[in-house]
C-alpha cells in the first residue's frame, strides 16, 4: 500500500495530478482545494489512500494526514463513497467540517457537488460520535487557521477547553458541539478559560 508520495507535479487535470516519483507518472485523485494550489513544474508531498479493486488501483492524494483520516472516516457513513468524500474536501477545510458535525449544520455540509441533504444529516449525525477527536483539532476560532492538525494558538486553546470539560464529566461530542457554538458565538480571540465558561453555559441550556 502507498501511503505518501513526494515527486514533481508533471500535469493537473480536472480532478487529478500527474506525480512524477523518480521518473514514474502516478495519477493521483486530489479535493478541488488541494488542487488550484498545485501547480506543474513544482515540487510536492502528498498523503495517499490507496484503493485496490479487482479491476484497478486508484491513489487519492491529500495536502496532509489529517485530511486523509477525515476521507477515510466519511466512507464509514452510509451513502459517502469516494467521490463524494473528496467533494466534501474539496468544498470544505477540515476545520469546516469539524464545526458542522459539532454543530449539526448538514446544509454546510450539502454545499458538496452531489451530497443531498439526507446524506448529509446521516454525515453530521452519525460522525458526530465517531470522531470527537478529530472534531476537536478541527474546530475554527476567530483568527485562527481552521485547518486540520493546527499550529495556531487557538487551536491548542479550543482542544484544551474540550479536555477540561471532558475532565468535568461531559462526554466528548457535547463538549466539542458547546465549544464549537461558543467559539462560534465569541467576538474576537478568546482564551481557554473564556471557552470553559461559554461552554458551559452552552451545556447548560
Do not use: H
Amino acid at each position: 500500500m502507498i501511503g505518501r508520495l513526494r515527486g514533481k507535479i508533471d500535469s493537473v487535470g480536472d480532478d487529478w495530478i500527474i506525480l512524477d516519483v523518480g521518473g514514474v507518472g502516478y495519477e493521483v485523485s486530489c479535493p478541488s482545494r488541494l488542487l488550484a494550489s498545485l501547480r506543474p513544474g513544482e515540487e510536492a508531498t502528498l498523503a495517499i489512500e490507496t484503493f485496490v479493486r479487482e479491476d484497478q488501483i486508484r491513489l487519492f492524494g491529500f495536502a496532509n494526514e489529517g485530511e486523509r483520516q477525515w476521507f477515510r472516516l466519511l466512507q464509514s457513513v452510509q451513502g459517502v463513497g469516494a467521490k463524494s468524500a473528496l467533494a466534501i474536501l474539496g468544498t470544505l477545510t477540515v476545520g469546516d467540517l469539524a464545526n458542522a458535525i459539532a454543530l449539526q449544520d448538514k446544509a454546510m455540509v450539502a454545499r458538496a457537488q452531489g451530497v443531498g441533504p439526507k446524506v448529509a444529516g446521516r454525515i453530521v449525525t452519525e460522525l458526530r460520535d465517531k470522531a470527537p477527536a478529530l472534531t476537536a483539532v478541527g474546530i475554527s476560532l476567530p483568527g485562527g487557521s481552521g485547518g486540520g492538525v493546527p499550529e495556531a494558538p487557538q487551536g491548542a486553546v479550543a482542544g484544551d477547553a474540550i479536555s477540561a470539560l471532558v475532565n468535568l464529566g461531559y462526554a466528548p461530542a457535547q463538549a466539542s458541539t458547546a465549544v464549537a457554538r461558543a467559539a462560534k458565538a465569541a467576538d474576537g480571540e478568546v482564551t481557554t478559560e473564556d471557552l470553559i465558561r461559554l461552554g458551559l453555559k452552552e451545556l447548560a441550556k
